[in-house]
């Protein structure tokens, strides 16, 4: 007798140009196939693979500039409820949402989020190995709420979004690490031969600096004198290396280190600089194995980092690096793994 195949849809960004994203994309795809599903992934925000690419209009520039936000997601969801829908219409025995800051506040993470949930609603819908912002608009907590009525049950990533949830939207989620630590069991051990000479820096992109420099308490610095403090800082970490590696995990990072890698250049440093292009997290990896140590804000970087056995030091540009360095260092990486693969196990073999 035939076994019948067992299906299951994983909804992320998969379709942004973030390593961190794709990273996990893969990771959650892996585990859940380990459990004996055949999986279907789909992206969280309904890009097309054209829209990275495409020239924003004028009128488009305007709108994003000054609707508010509750409007540009109303718009968001009618542009994609087919999508959606059609996606959501297929037969799936578990529906999983996940992982990254997908509780989030933004124009349209909120409606995803509601979208999704609502039309899998007759399926067993499980969020894994997300995170939960701090402060969210009071139609986001509304959007938020209803969505997790059709949630199974969920797991977040630490335990201050667990918290965070738990005082917002009065919902009991349970804990499970970041999944994009199974791909340790993907990345071969590393060559340390070719590293001591090179230090791997990833610089943050101004924007994304202020975006957080209230919530963890940095000095609201001018793009000049942003670039300095790079500048200042890199000199400072590279001391004892020959070469500098840009290595980012996101496009805008990359961008902002050619002009940090400028005004470097400009110092007349006694160091080679090299910005790394990487298009995947496996390139990425392939890259971080000729550092000795790697500085960085971007979480899953700091994760690829640490199961690729390079040395790292966070630099806290927001909430969610604090709580990376000071709660998943604690637990060693075979004892991250398990609780991912029986949180896994659990969220499969449910029924």
């Not at 980012?248 to 110092?267: A, I, M, P, R, Y």
């Amino acid at each position: 007798m035939l076994k019948m195949t067992k299906n299951a849809l994983l909804i992320c960004e998969s379709g942004s140009d973030n390593l961190g994203d794709q990273a996990i994309a893969d990771a959650v795809a892996i585990g859940i196939e380990a459990e004996g599903y055949e999986v279907e992934t789909t992206d969280f925000s309904c890009r097309s693979p054209y829209l990275h690419s495409r020239k924003i209009s004028f009128v488009e520039k305007v709108f994003n500039k000054f609707a508010p936000q509750i409007v540009q997601g109303i718009i968001w969801s009618i542009r994609n409820f087919y999508c959606i829908y059609n996606v959501s219409n297929k037969k799936h025995d578990i529906v999983i949402i996940g992982g990254g800051q997908l509780i989030h506040s933004n124009i349209n993470f909120p409606f995803a989020f509601f979208a999704w949930s609502f039309f899998n609603r007759k399926k067993r819908v499980y969020v894994l190995g997300c995170g939960c912002d701090k402060q969210f608009k009071n139609y986001e907590i509304c959007l938020f709420k209803k969505s997790f009525k059709h949630i199974k049950k969920g797991y977040l990533r630490d335990f201050d979004s667990i918290q965070n949830a738990k005082n917002i939207f009065e919902y009991e989620f349970f804990f499970a690490p970041d999944i994009a630590y199974l791909l340790r069991e993907k990345v071969s051990k590393n060559d340390t031969a070719i590293r001591k000479t090179n230090i791997g820096i990833s610089v943050i992109d101004h924007k994304v600096y202020l975006r957080y420099a209230d919530e963890v308490g940095n000095k609201a610095l001018s793009k000049e004198e942003y670039i300095d403090y790079w500048c200042e800082k890199i000199i400072s970490l590279s001391t004892h290396y020959e070469c500098i590696y840009f290595l980012s995990t996101t496009s805008s990072d990359h961008k902002f280190s050619s002009e940090v890698k400028n005004e470097l250049e400009s110092l007349h440093i006694d160091k080679k600089i090299k910005i790394c292009m990487t298009d995947s997290w496996r390139s990425f990896i392939k890259q971080l194995k000729e550092v000795d140590l790697y500085f960085s804000g971007r979480m899953h970087g700091l994760i690829l980092a640490r199961i690729a056995d390079v040395k790292f030091l966070p630099y806290v540009v927001s909430n969610k690096i604090r709580v990376f360095n000071d709660e998943l260092e604690k637990l060693e990486i075979k004892e991250v793994i398990e609780i991912i693969k029986l949180s896994l196990a659990e969220i499969c073999n449910d029924k």
